[in-house]
């Protein structure tokens, strides 16, 4: 009889119950797995087209005329030699996964301490911080600068790609957190009808538009980008394809894994007696 409040099924109390601190230890869990899923893909799928691409990319070195190579050779060998093997370069690819993970996890943990109780059960909540990291850092960068394989140059300098991809993100942060400000504000008395729209259908409408306004004000205003190498066609949709596969299999298995554990989670004893004598 003494195991039997340990083999219980989790209540429906202990499931809606605040983690409080559990937030780490779900989020570091689930961020963890989620980036080694990722990077298993990786190295399955996702490496051949990056093996693909380098072997692509040093072609033309090798290609044309004697006076072509002659040239070639002589405007390459400054980049023959790799700081790093393929194989080194793969074992830093897993630990970078792992380690993406883990700071994903731990913003994501943050976010849900200080966000802290509200109307949102944790089990939605999760979901819910986990579907805008998703549309921030995953979405919109494909959809304005989608990945390139290695040696694919484009009209834009590395940097100012880099600034813009944060940009980017930056403002599809703020418009998330001006769209969670408003879905707030709309609710219970707060909540308004708007012409032929209720006060549910207005808040969702308020809250979207507030949501994509700053993403859409970026799009317009960062330039856009155009490949400036020469490159197969095939190859980039593969990368791209390839890329974005991994990206979204990453969100996908830390949002359902952090959902398990938030499900199955077990609270300490002495939470779990509070809660059932209240």
Known sequence: MAGTSAESPVTESERTSWPGAGW?????IAGIAAGLVAAAFNLGVAERVVDEAIALESTPASAGSGEEEADASHTHVGVVAEPFT??????GMII???????????LLAGAALMLGKGSLTPQRLWLTLVAVGAWVLLVLPAL?????PPGVETALQVEDRQINYLLLVLA?????????AVWTRLAGEGARSIGALGPTLTRVV??????????AIAFIVLPGDSIATSVDSG???RFRIVSIASQTLFWVVLATLGLWLLEHRR???????RIADA
């Open 86 to 91: 393929r194989g080194e370069q793969k074992g």
């Open 144 to 148: 304005k600068y989608p990945p390139l």
């Open 172 to 180: 599809g942060a703020g418009g998330a957190l001006l769209a969670s």
């Open 206 to 215: 308020a809250t979207g538009l507030v949501l994509v306004v700053p993403v």
């Open 96 to 106: 970078g996964q792992g380690i993406v993970g883990l700071a994903l996890g731990l």
């Open 24 to 28: 780490l230890r779900v989020a570091l």
């Open 235 to 237: 190859l980039l949709a």
């Open 267 to 273: 609270l300490p004893l002495a939470v779990r007696r």
